[in-house]
């Protein structure tokens, strides 16, 4: 069955390091997405992308943040300036339609840490 | 603004027991809601996703409803096993074509 894959999957850096955050959405998808799970709390939208521009971004998606679709198979983000309050669980998610009728698939996760 | 709640935060239940999970949301003008279970450090897996026209939707021992003008869902689980143990999520659209909005999520133990 396909799935969402995500690398790499735990990611350790030093506070103002940038990083770059992968993806790979399933094959046929044409909606993507990323979100974040800081420990012990709620999932949290960040951005969504369709047609090669952001759709929607939420209020943490600031400056700091990017996202890009390099080829026709990765998803990318990108945190050029990290901060402490960055680490989290970073999940992408990819939907065939959009999301008033598509099923959003999850990836596994990068775990990133900021030090 | 779209506030998913989910209740109960945690649910310990003995082994073949059948359950509920419940899950509430403020703006009832939403597509669909979609139910998730996330194993400890996991993904999120789609179990369910019911439209906003139905009222129910089944896959295994899973059954989920909807109830769109109360802003209320339910997770059914039936004759719960150990395996079943995770937490579970409900996501809805926030207010039409938009990402999904999460609650906290239950966390269930089924003990053997």
């Known amino acids: 069955e396909p799935e969402v894959t995500q690398t790499p999957s735990h990611q350790v850096t030093q506070m103002g390091q940038e990083v770059i955050l992968r993806c790979v959405p399933i094959s046929n998808h044409l909606y993507f997405y990323w979100y974040r799970q800081i420990l012990g709390q709620k999932v949290e939208f960040l951005v969504s992308f369709y047609n090669n521009e952001i759709s929607e971004k939420s209020e943490i998606f600031d400056d700091q943040f990017s996202v890009e679709r390099p080829d026709g198979s990765n998803f990318t983000l990108k945190i050029r300036s990290t901060k402490l309050e960055d680490s989290a669980m970073y999940f992408c998610a990819s939907s065939e339609r959009g999301q008033s009728s598509g099923t959003q698939y999850f990836g596994p996760g990068t775990r990133l840490t900021v030090l | 603004k779209q506030e998913v709640t989910q209740i109960p935060a945690a649910l310990s239940v003995p082994e073949g027991e059948n359950l509920v999970l419940n899950c509430s949301f403020t703006?009832?003008?939403?597509?669909?809601l979609q139910w998730f279970r996330q194993d400890p450090g996991k993904g999120l897996t789609s179990l369910l996703l019911i439209q906003s026209s139905q009222r129910e939707q089944t896959s295994g021992r899973l059954n989920a409803s909807l109830d769109k003008s109360s802003g209320r869902s339910t997770l059914y689980i039936a004759a719960s096993q150990p395996g079943d143990s995770a937490t579970y999520l409900c996501a809805v659209p926030n207010s039409g074509n938009t990402p999904l909005v999460f609650g906290k999520g239950t966390r269930l133990s089924v003990i053997a």
């Open positions: 703006d009832s003008a939403i597509y669909n």
